[in-house]
């Protein structure tokens, strides 16, 4: 069961608040309210009043003209509400989904201009799930919040219309309506609320069965699941998942009978009682037939007010802990500045200096620091390597780098100033970067490039797809740029292979042309030929900006000015190339192991291609300089299909 815990906000508080989104957004929607429980109140009062009017009539032998004008009159009140209110009813959707729609984009707003740290603050998943929740249907808290204040408006006030009829009975019978209906609505509220308390596992279910179901329809596990035979496989997880939910929905189901059977009883009780108390009025007093049908119908009508009045008010209750939970996310504190912060404005985008103060960085719950006491410059223009195994610190050091983690301690300086006082959106706005998650869109080439839709100069992605190595591959494209990418959006997407996304993402980073790069393994998932391409062309990449480059192949990051060596979170190495191979450290040891391992890779194989291939592998792992291949990219093409060496394309 998910713990309780106390809201940040009242119901008229979550009232108040979601009152003047929709003020702002489509103030209608209030103005629909109001209406719409005003035709209620009114088209019930007419049905409670038409009987024992009518029967009145009758009564007192009123002229065929007064009865056919009561009639008619009656007649036309019930038509006039019905139809107001059925109009409004069918127009009242859209402003609601309007203001509910200004909401998802709050949401929006806020987890993608968020403190990257709060992505990773569990608190801040679980509300952002909380929130997401509360706005993915018109039945949710924030949309159906609406039709909750209507119903409790329409039913106060018929609550009144009727409690003012019966005020001339016996107050007894009143109680006695009150009781019951209580009675029942406890009863109710015990079945509901122990489904709305378990409702995290209805969606644990639920969550389980989308799963498996989507991984029986990916395209990426669908060789799997023909090689391995996984069909049966997940046929019978969904099965054990689908009973376990059917035997929670039993016990479910069986609570909800019991509470029906409560109201039921409750039900019979109430119109029993006031059966007979009337029946006595009649015997004893004798009221007249209309105003038995007056006072009947007022008792039967009264307690639905009732029960309608009780249960709005859970339901209000419910949908107040929903919107208290997208407030309290929307609200959710900010270690970065942003708007408040310093703007990031220097002259000369050759002249960014990086600098770390003995930084440590640690995860939170976690043990030990990732990082700990880095002291680093990173002067303008370098072209900077961070090398070590798994685990090293190599990636946080780059986030810290990019303003995507504040230190634990110690401090980042950007040209002597902390960036922690800086507008963070602005210090990213002078980065570009290429990560190890990919992050490609089901856009067009040219939006993933330029990322964005409008205004994109298409000489300058061409150039950044040049640069990158991927002109010719889009080139070759039915659609060129215009080509969309993915098939989740559109079935005429490409599926790009893993070396050819990676050169879409630098491609991105080379677009934005901003003063900081920072390469997280770019060059993982290329070939050796490919990646020799991206090391030639890097230093017109990186012209006149400051770059730091991550790599597991210790050979290429030889065109770097410094090399950084990280062991354990610290900085164990540091100088070129053929400095750290001269020290003869771990940094040495490491570059002598991968050159055996493409050493033994050569002679391995003694097909054309693979020797090609492990032929570059070896001037990559022991050359000075980086090589010219166009001898051995020719010698490639006539060895193998072209193909092989672009990186096996997928379209």
Not at 440 to 448: G, M, P, Q, R
Request: net charge negative.
């Amino acid at each position: 069961m998910e713990a309780k815990t106390k809201p940040g906000y009242g119901v008229v508080q979550n009232v108040g608040w979601m009152t003047g989104i929709a003020w702002r957004v489509r103030r209608r929607v209030l103005l629909i309210c109001v209406l719409t429980a005003l035709m209620e109140i009114l088209y019930n009062a007419a049905q409670l009043y038409i009987a024992p009017e009518i029967l009145k009539a009758v009564e007192t032998h009123v002229p065929l003209g007064s009865l056919l004008t009561t009639i008619l009159f009656f007649t036309a009140a019930l038509f006039v509400t019905q139809g107001v209110k059925g109009y409004l009813d069918s127009y009242a959707m859209y402003p609601r989904i309007d203001v509910r729609t200004e909401i998802i984009g709050m949401l929006a707003d806020k987890c993608n201009t968020t403190s990257f740290s709060n992505t990773l603050d569990a608190d801040f998943v679980r509300l952002r799930e909380k929130a997401s929740s509360a706005t993915d249907s018109n039945l949710e808290a924030t949309e159906y919040i609406w039709q909750g204040l209507t119903n409790l408006l329409q039913h106060i006030g018929g609550f009144l219309v009727c409690l003012s009829i019966l005020s001339g009975l016996h107050p007894a019978l009143t109680v006695v309506v009150l009781a019951t209906c209580l009675i029942g609505f406890l009863a109710s509220r015990y079945a509901s609320d122990w489904e709305f308390e378990h409702r995290k596992e209805e969606s644990t279910y639920y969550a389980k069965k989308r799963y498996i179901r989507d991984k029986s329809q990916s395209v990426i596990l669908a060789k799997d699941i023909r090689i391995f035979g996984l069909q049966d496989w997940l046929n019978d997880l969904l099965d054990e998942v689908h009973n376990a939910y059917l035997d929670w929905r039993l016990g479910v189901e069986k609570k909800r009978l019991a509470a029906s059977m409560t109201e039921a009883a409750m039900t019979v009780a109430r119109n029993g009682v006031a059966y007979l108390y009337l029946i006595h009025l009649a015997l004893s007093e004798g009221i007249s037939v209309s105003s038995f049908v007056l006072y009947f119908g007022a008792v039967t009508t009264f307690s639905s007010w009732v029960m309608g009045i009780l249960n709005d008010m859970a339901r209000m209750h419910k949908d107040s802990l929903d919107i208290s939970s997208v407030r309290e996310f929307l609200e959710y504190p900010e270690p970065f500045c942003f708007e408040e912060g310093e703007p990031v404005a220097f002259p000369r985008a050759d002249a960014w200096e990086l600098k770390l103060e003995h930084v440590s960085y640690r995860y939170p719950g976690a043990e030990k620091d990732t990082l700990h006491d880095i002291s680093l410059v990173i002067h303008p223009g370098e072209k900077l390597a961070i090398v070590g195994l798994n685990g090293a610190g190599k990636t946080t050091l780059v986030r810290l780098l990019c303003g995507l983690f504040d230190p634990t301690e110690g401090r980042v300086l950007l040209n002597g100033a902390d960036i922690r006082t800086f507008n963070r959106s602005a210090y990213y706005g002078q980065i570009s970067a290429v990560f190890q998650e990919y992050s490609l869109l089901d856009v067009t080439v040219a939006e993933n490039v330029a990322m964005t839709t409008e205004n994109i100069d298409l000489d300058r992605v061409w150039d950044s797809l040049e640069k990158a190595g991927l002109k010719k591959t889009i080139q070759e494209l039915p659609q060129g740029l215009d080509t969309h990418t993915g098939r989740d959006v559109f079935l005429d997407g490409v599926l790009f292979s893993g070396g050819q996304t990676q050169r879409l993402m630098l491609a991105r980073a080379l677009y934005k042309d901003a003063p900081l790069l920072m390469l997280d393994e770019p060059t993982a998932a290329l070939d050796p030929i490919a990646e020799n391409d991206i090391y030639q062309k890097y230093n017109d990449m990186t012209r006149e900006k400051t770059s730091v480059f991550i790599s597991h192949r210790l050979a290429s990051t030889r065109f770097c000015d410094r090399i950084l060596f990280l062991a354990d979170g610290r900085i164990a190495e540091e100088g070129t190339h053929e400095s750290l191979l001269a020290l003869g450290g771990e940094y040495a040891k490491l570059f002598e192991v991968q050159s055996r391992y493409y050493a033994k890779k050569s002679t391995s194989h003694n097909t054309p291609e693979s020797s090609c291939a492990s032929h570059i592998c070896r001037c990559l792992a022991a050359s000075d300089s980086v090589v010219d291949l166009p001898d051995l990219r020719t010698q490639a093409s006539a060895a193998s299909d072209k193909s092989y060496y672009q990186e096996g394309r997928e379209f």
